[in-house]
């Protein structure tokens, strides 16, 4: 217990059962998450036909308040087909043979995704090619062109 001349050091927000924590500043509510247990593709034998394994997880991403706006667009740049046009995200998971460890595969790659999200890219500076790369470049058209002309003599010589 701190005493009352400390500063008070503050706890990390707590996250509620289901949310799924990106990083130290995104926390993603486990009401923004929709899970559906669906039948596995795939081989796989009886357990495939009895048991609805595989998971798809929704995720809202045009509705989510812990997404700031830039990020949102890259996010929808990445997401990519797995976009509706519902602005729901959607990640299939059927790798492995029980529900626990689909879901947690499908959790952990729309975190990845996020994650990626998180990035900014670095702004591309235009650049112009040197005078040397010039000069470089015509010599070797004007090599290739050397090459060409020597081929097309006439037919009879050579």
Same mark, same amino acid.
Do not use: W
């Given at each position: 217990m701190s005493s009352p001349n400390e500063p008070a050091t503050r706890s990390p927000t707590p996250s509620t059962p289901g949310s799924l924590r990106i990083n130290h500043q995104i926390?993603?509510?486990?009401?923004?998450l929709e899970e559906r247990f669906i039948r596995s593709p795939g081989p796989g034998g009886q357990n495939v036909n009895k048991l609805a394994t595989a998971v798809q997880l929704r995720f809202d991403a045009a509705r989510c308040l812990a997404l700031p706006e830039p990020m949102r667009e890259r996010l929808a740049r990445l997401?990519?087909? $797995?976009? /509706?046009?519902d602005g729901f995200i959607t990640i299939e998971a059927h790798r492995y043979r029980t529900r626990e460890r689909n879901r947690d595969d499908a959790r952990q790659r729309l975190a990845q995704l996020l994650l990626q999200a998180t990035e900014v890219p670095k702004p591309r500076h235009p650049t112009r090619p040197s005078r040397a790369a010039k000069e470089r470049r015509m010599e070797a058209k004007h090599q290739r062109a050397q090459t060409k002309q020597r $081929?097309? /003599?006439p037919l009879g010589e050579g």
């Amino acid at each position: 217990m701190s005493s009352p001349n400390e500063p008070a050091t503050r706890s990390p927000t707590p996250s509620t059962p289901g949310s799924l924590r990106i990083n130290h500043q995104i926390l993603i509510p486990a009401t923004d998450l929709e899970e559906r247990f669906i039948r596995s593709p795939g081989p796989g034998g009886q357990n495939v036909n009895k048991l609805a394994t595989a998971v798809q997880l929704r995720f809202d991403a045009a509705r989510c308040l812990a997404l700031p706006e830039p990020m949102r667009e890259r996010l929808a740049r990445l997401a990519g087909r $797995r976009l /509706g046009s519902d602005g729901f995200i959607t990640i299939e998971a059927h790798r492995y043979r029980t529900r626990e460890r689909n879901r947690d595969d499908a959790r952990q790659r729309l975190a990845q995704l996020l994650l990626q999200a998180t990035e900014v890219p670095k702004p591309r500076h235009p650049t112009r090619p040197s005078r040397a790369a010039k000069e470089r470049r015509m010599e070797a058209k004007h090599q290739r062109a050397q090459t060409k002309q020597r $081929r097309s /003599g006439p037919l009879g010589e050579g």
